[in-house]
T-cell receptor, first 113, second 113 residues
Framework: ETGVTQTPRHLVMGMTNKKSLKCEQH?????MYWYKQSAKKPLELMFV???????ENNSVPSRFSPECPNSSHLFLHLHTLQPEDSALYLC????????????FGPGTRLTVL | AQSVSQHNHHVILSEAASLELGCNYS??????LFWYVQYPGQHLQLLLK??????LVKGIKGFEAEFIKSKFSFNLRKPSVQWSDTAEYFC???????????FGAGTILRVKS
C-alpha cells in the first residue's frame, strides 16, 4: 500500500470512551502531522513530529494525546472528548518538517456523542 | 500570527469558463505557498507549490498560480474548467524554514456541465 493511510475511517464514541486513531505512511518520510478539519473552519494544525520527537503542540487540549513510536506510525489517543471535538482528523507526512510539501491521508471522521 | 484568506467560499462556473481563486496571506517574510485540492470523497492532494524562482508556477491538470509578493497574493487560475474540476480548493502558506502550514478556509468550486 502506498501513501498515507488512516484507520478507522469513521469513529463514533461517547464522552467517557477512550479510543485511538492510527496513521501510517509508506513514503519514507521523517515528519508527521495531525490536523483537525471542522465544518466551515480552516484546517488546524494540532501536532508536528519530526524523527519521532514532538516538535509542535499547537495549544491542543490534553484530552488529545499523540504518540509516534517510529517514523512510519503516528497515533492520536482520545479520552473524555467533548461533542465539539467532532471533526475530520487528518494525518499528513513530509520528507522533513521544513522545505517539503505534505502528503495527506483520507482522514478519520470522528463523532462524539 | 499568520493567516490566509480565500475570498470566495463557493464558486459556480459553467464548463469552459475561466477560473481564478483568490488567496492572500498576512506574513511579511519569505514564504512557501501551496494550493491543495480535495475532490469529492478523496483526500487532499497537492496541485502546485511555490518555493522560489519564477512567480508563475504550473501545476497538475492545467492549473497555474501566480505569486505577487507586493500584494501578498497567490491566486489560482485555470483558463478553461471541466466538470471534473468540481472540488474544494485550499490555499496554504508556510514561513520559509518553518514547520507550520497555515490553511485558508477553502473554496468550493462547482462546475456545471
Amino acid at each position: 500500500e502506498t501513501g498515507v493511510t488512516q484507520t478507522p475511517r469513521h469513529l463514533v464514541m461517547g464522552m467517557t470512551n477512550k479510543k485511538s486513531l492510527k496513521c501510517e505512511q509508506h513514503l519514507g518520510h521523517n515528519a508527521m502531522y495531525w490536523y483537525k478539519q471542522s465544518a466551515k473552519k480552516p484546517l488546524e494544525l494540532m501536532f508536528v513530529y519530526s524523527l519521532e520527537e514532538r516538535v509542535e503542540n499547537n495549544s491542543v487540549p490534553s484530552r488529545f494525546s499523540p504518540e509516534c513510536p517510529n517514523s512510519s506510525h503516528l497515533f492520536l489517543h482520545l479520552h473524555t472528548l467533548q461533542p465539539e471535538d467532532s471533526a475530520l482528523y487528518l494525518c499528513a507526512s513530509s520528507l522533513s518538517q521544513f522545505m517539503y510539501e505534505q502528503f495527506f491521508g483520507p482522514g478519520t471522521r470522528l463523532t462524539v456523542l | 500570527a499568520q493567516s490566509v484568506s480565500q475570498h470566495n467560499h463557493h464558486v459556480i462556473l459553467s464548463e469552459a469558463a475561466s477560473l481564478e481563486l483568490g488567496c492572500n496571506y498576512s506574513y511579511g517574510g519569505t514564504v512557501n505557498l501551496f494550493w491543495y485540492v480535495q475532490y469529492p470523497g478523496q483526500h487532499l492532494q497537492l496541485l502546485l507549490k511555490y518555493f522560489s524562482g519564477d512567480p508563475l508556477v504550473k501545476g497538475i491538470k492545467g492549473f497555474e498560480a501566480e505569486f505577487i509578493k507586493s500584494k501578498f497574493s497567490f491566486n489560482l487560475r485555470k483558463p478553461s474548467v471541466q466538470w471534473s474540476d468540481t472540488a474544494e480548493y485550499f490555499c496554504a502558506v508556510r514561513r520559509e524554514y518553518g514547520n507550520k502550514l497555515v490553511f485558508g478556509a477553502g473554496t468550493i468550486l462547482r462546475v456545471k456541465s
